[in-house]
């Protein structure tokens, strides 16, 4: 039965939330905490968490929705639509092209076999870390101080800020992420005016950027309204850059599962390897989740779950 309306389906889910929640932890089991940047691997792995935001700003958190972690690749979503701000379609897509991989998240594959260089979409590590020197601003400093700013101002008027402990445990370990950065400088993806360590930098310190369920849902809610903040009424981000940013969390926001996910549950989504994943329906919700065990092609599992359990009851598929 499909019911209609937001505030009808915010009181439905209100009751049975809880019941869901504990159902979909029990497949935590399934995965694994990400160790790769051994802060992460800190993190607990039974947790699970949601926040639900509709228009009027009414939440409903279930879970360990007050647990902090890092955005991780959840941020990219918001740096490719600063950058497309300040650069424009062709600027930006001058730099990365259009299309899902099929690869991982951190592959070095197709940017050597295909057009050589240019990262296949903005959402895989290469192609954010091309978006990500993109950013306007004189310094490294001055760019993060920009993208922090942008983040807030779509969490409503957030205080986000970096984990230091995150962000120095990544900078140290990334041999991968630095050698896809190296490879775009060689190729000129990244210019000659550009130094590697400064891009880096920037990249890993948004990916650090620490924040909760419902700050996540948030930033979601503004999404859902093609980048009108439905609470203050503002749009904050131009109704074009939003539509993009949904196109490709829809093709490769759930990186190598992003087509079992569109089929199973059918709603824009970008997860992280902290096991965070800011989905939306469109028109309806803001979604945040936290569940730091994650399956095989780096989705939490739990949180996965969840949103196939929401999405099959209440009918939110966008096809
Ligand atoms: N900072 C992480 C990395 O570059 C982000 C990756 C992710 O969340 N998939 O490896």
């Known amino acids: 039965m499909e019911m209609e309306g937001w505030k009808i389906s915010m009181d439905e889910i209100r009751n049975i939330l809880p019941a869901w929640v504990e159902a979909s932890r029990l497949h935590a089991g399934e995965g694994r905490v990400a160790s790769y940047i051994p802060e992460l691997a800190k993190a607990p792995q039974q947790a699970l968490g949601i926040a639900v935001m509709g228009p009027d700003g009414s939440l409903l958190a279930e879970g360990d929705s007050s647990l902090s972690f890092t955005m991780q690749s959840i941020s990219k979503v918001f740096t490719l639509m600063l950058a497309l701000m300040d650069n424009g379609e062709e600027g930006v897509f001058a730099k990365v092209g259009m299309e899902p991989t099929g690869d991982d998240f951190n592959s070095m594959l197709k940017l050597e076999l295909v057009e050589p260089g240019k990262p296949f979409n903005p ?15 004189d310094t490294p400093a001055a760019k993060m101080a920009r993208i922090l ?62 924040i909760t369920c419902v700050q996540l849902a948030r930033m979601a809610l503004v999404l859902a309204f093609n980048g009108t903040d439905p609470i203050s009424g503002r749009q904050l981000i131009p109704r074009r850059y939003v539509q993009i940013a949904k196109s490709f969390m829809l093709m490769c926001g759930m990186y190598n599962a992003s087509g079992e996910f569109a089929v199973k549950v059918g709603i824009p989504a970008k997860s992280g390897v902290s096991g965070g994943i800011l989905a939306l329906v469109p028109g309806r919700y803001g979604i945040g989740i936290i569940g730091p065990s994650l399956g095989s092609k780096g989705n939490s599992t739990s949180g996965v779950h969840l949103l196939e359990t929401m999405s099959s009851s209440l009918n939110w598929s966008i096809f």
């Open 123 to 137: 959402l895989i590590n290469a192609g954010a870390i091309a978006v990500t020197s993109l950013i306007s601003g």
């Open 149 to 210: 700013a942008f983040f807030n101002h779509a969490a409503g008027g957030a205080d986000l800020a970096v984990n230091a402990d995150v962000y120095r445990s990544e900078s140290a370990t990334a041999h991968r992420n630095r050698s896809l950065a190296y490879f775009l400088k060689d190729n000129e993806v990244l210019g000659e005016e550009i130094d590697v360590e400064d891009v880096l930098s920037v990249y890993f310190q948004h990916c650090a950027v620490e």
